[in-house]
């Protein structure tokens, strides 16, 4: 992990920032995207950070969903409530800040804490049986962004526990080929993700096999993929 000698993003968000709140639900996926989209564009970022930026943070609020509130479908907070929020409520607050230097994005929940330190990092030259489950995310995040920083404030006085999750992007002015390099690089371990995902969820194997011969093509840019199976009393050679 990177870290860089920026302003606090906290001491920043004190004296404002362009912020919202959105329930934390996959629904709110696509309003997240416009919302950080915007705020990085109004920042001055190329397009190749403003992509990188958008797909960390999707990884990042998808995992706020699914691991720190742990359900898909709920999330009450409206689009247009403030931040005096209930905090009872299954929400994620966004911040933009922007400076000279890098546009952060704070992301707040007050779900199950989580430390990212605590996770290894992957070894994606490892086969999909040998890898151990989790950790590509936020590999995938921290590939994306030039800090990846985690600060866990502990609830007091009926307060809930507060994880925030804070992303930096620095400023620059890539070429056309490096923002190719950086779309590429970011599809390319969207398509890992996915496919492991698919091993480690789907139980019945002929569904597992016709799943997997249907992705790779599409995720991975494969014209025609085949699988055989063996069958050890048989010896049939079977195709997928």
């Known amino acids: 992990m990177v870290y860089y000698s920026l302003e606090d993003p906290l001491d920043t968000l004190e004296r404002g920032a362009h912020t919202s709140v959105f329930p934390a639900r996959y629904e709110s996926l696509a309003e997240i995207c416009n919302f950080v989209t915007q705020a ?32 898909i479908h709920r999330g009450t907070m409206p689009r247009e409530a403030s931040s005096l929020h209930s905090p009872t409520e299954e929400i994620i607050e966004i911040a933009c800040i922007d400076n000279l230097e890098a546009f952060t994005i704070v992301l707040e929940d007050h779900g199950k804490p989580f430390d990212p330190g605590s996770v290894p990092r992957p070894d994606i030259h490892q086969s999909i049986e040998q890898r151990p489950t989790g950790g590509l995310g936020l590999f995938f995040i921290r590939q994306l962004m030039d800090e990846v920083r985690f600060e866990f404030i502990p609830g007091a006085s009926g307060l809930p526990n507060t994880n925030i999750l804070i992303l930096v992007k620095r400023k620059s002015s890539p070429s056309a080929n490096t923002y190719a390099a950086i779309k590429r690089r970011a599809e390319q371990l969207a398509s890992v993700i996915e496919v492991s995902q698919a091993v480690i969820s789907i139980l019945d ?28 009393g048989r010896k049939k050679i079977h195709c997928v």
């Open 205 to 232: 194997l002929d569904q597992l096999l016709k799943e997997l011969v249907n992705l790779i093509p599409r995720r991975l840019g494969y014209s025609y993929v085949q699988i055989f199976t063996v069958h050890p």
């Open 40 to 71: 990085a564009r109004n920042a001055g970022l190329d397009e190749g950070a403003i992509y990188s930026v958008n797909m960390a943070v999707d990884e990042a609020c998808s995992n706020i969903i699914e691991h720190a509130y742990g359900h």
